[in-house]
């Protein structure tokens, strides 16, 4: 079985259930992280409906986060729902300004991760 993560009919990946769940229950925990809410939606009937405003606001919130810390072990937690979410936002034709606005070599790395699991999250 697998899940989907949408924004209306349209959509933005469909993992497998295992994947599914762990994807949105590290929101949940990363969500606590930052205060504000990851923009998931309950999953029913098999599908997530994303709201980008919000989600977008979240990740972007990670992304800062994440330069900022020099914490090893919470950026390596975060690197791999980080990176996914990147993929999420950039099909949903969201903006993450916190990309755009580093030199940071570890966010180049991110963004890099990013583009590597853009390949593997078929549609």
């Known amino acids: 079985m697998s899940q989907y993560f949408q924004i209306g009919e349209r959509v933005l990946w469909n993992p497998a259930t295992g994947v599914a769940q762990v994807f949105l229950r590290a929101a949940e925990s990363l969500a606590t992280l930052t205060g504000l809410p990851p923009g998931l939606g309950p999953m029913q009937a098999d599908e997530c409906e994303i709201d980008l405003e919000v989600f977008s606001t979240f990740v972007d919130t990670l992304i800062d986060r994440y ?33 755009e606005s580093s ?21």
């Open 67 to 99: 330069a900022r810390s020099n914490h090893v072990i919470l950026r390596s937690l975060m690197e791999g729902f980080t990176a996914t979410a990147i993929v999420l936002v950039d099909r949903g034709g969201g903006q993450l300004p916190a990309l």
């Open 103 to 123: 030199n940071d070599p570890s966010i180049t790395a991110l963004v890099e991760l990013s583009r590597r699991h853009h390949v593997a999250m078929v549609t």
